[in-house]
């Protein structure tokens, strides 16, 4: 949806492939696990992704060669990750970042989603625990998927990681799972989980932008609204105070598509991140201003379009419920 279009453009794409995932095995047999959902990690996978296209096509591209970052959903989480490792260790030829539907804090809206069932993000949000806590596994092995419960853990380990299935296949695979067998009461709370926690939250910290996130108003995996903390909303308005206090000159700029999901944003947004890519990358554009905007903008005319629901693989849910599998895998 989003790289194809952006080559059509005349851009370079690059696409990182994430610790754990196409390469699974050290030279020396060792496994490596693909830790979910850990920004500082994928962002690491990114800035090392642009050095390698860098250095692999050196006749197109110019070791300071401009270039953006983008993502969604966990790809949102990276960028924005990447955003904030550019203060440390920076990467020259960077303009600015893009984020569709990030995550600020897993843990906390894990924790949020048990607080309020009745939040229409909430059960989406509770079948993402098995993913967060083989997160936790793959950043601290001692950890051992302390939070599974049983059922959880012969599901996982004997059907969905001998499968190597993705997202989509998960949520197959677990559901008409009572929502209390995803994981033990008070996982969270284990030291390795507050550790994985605070690695890999994201916002409320410095950061190199310009930054543009964007977000569905009603997007059922990942609250937008402040009324919890760890609400996109709630996370930018918590990182504008900290820019204010520090007299940042930085760029930070949310906007929320009204009535759309977690994926339908994707295209509801398409006109205005296209737009700021290709500008950002032709350095046709002044300097965006320092400091932040919240604004809402309109979704799709949802009284003539359907709304895709939270499902990353359309065919899935256009299918009979007993052939689903067919298409997940």
């Not at 990750?81 to 990030?102: H, K, N, W």
């Not at 197959?172 to 690695?199: C, H, M, S, Y």
């Not at 990942?222 to 000159?249: F, G, H, N, W």
Request: glycine content about 6%.
């Amino acid at each position: 949806m989003v790289p194809y279009l952006l080559a059509t453009q005349g851009h370079v794409v690059v696409a990182p492939d994430y610790a754990g995932l196409g390469v699974g095995n050290l030279p020396n047999g060792t496994n490596i696990r693909h830790p979910w959902a850990t920004g500082p990690a994928q962002a690491n996978d990114t800035a090392w992704a642009v050095t390698a296209a860098r250095n692999a096509f050196p006749d197109y591209l110019a070791q300071d060669g401009a270039f953006v970052v983008m993502g969604h959903s966990q790809g949102a989480r990276a960028a924005w990750s990447f955003a904030e490792r550019q203060v440390s260790i920076p990467v020259p030829g960077y303009r600015g970042t893009v984020a569709l539907s990030p995550a600020p804090d897993a843990i906390a809206q894990e924790e949020q989603a048990l607080q309020y069932p009745e939040a229409h993000w909430s059960v989406d949000t509770q079948f993402l625990q098995p993913l967060t806590i083989d997160a936790v596994t793959a950043v601290y092995p001692s950890y051992d998927w302390k939070g599974f419960t049983n059922l959880t853990s012969q599901l996982f380990h004997d059907v969905y990681e001998k499968s190597q299935g993705c997202l989509p296949t998960q949520s197959v695979l677990f559901d008409g799972l009572p929502l209390k067998e995803f994981a033990k009461p008070g996982w969270t709370q284990d030291p390795a989980v507050r550790r994985w926690q605070n690695l890999t939250r994201i916002g409320r910290k410095d950061f190199v932008g310009p930054l543009l996130l964007l977000h569905g108003a009603s997007d059922s995996i990942i609250p937008y609204d402040d009324s919890i903390s760890s609400s996109v909303l709630s996370t930018v308005r918590d990182t504008c105070a900290l820019m204010q206090r520090e007299s940042s000159a930085e760029s930070l700029e949310l906007v929320a598509y009204r009535d759309m999901d977690h994926f339908s944003v994707i295209q509801a947004s398409q006109g205005r991140w296209l737009a700021w890519v290709n500008a950002r990358l032709a350095g046709s554009c002044p300097s965006l201003p320092a400091g932040c905007a919240i604004q809402e903008a309109s979704g799709f005319r949802t009284e003539y379009t359907a709304r895709s629901g939270p499902a990353p693989n359309f065919l899935v849910d256009s299918v009979d419920s007993m052939d689903r599998w067919k298409f997940s895998l």
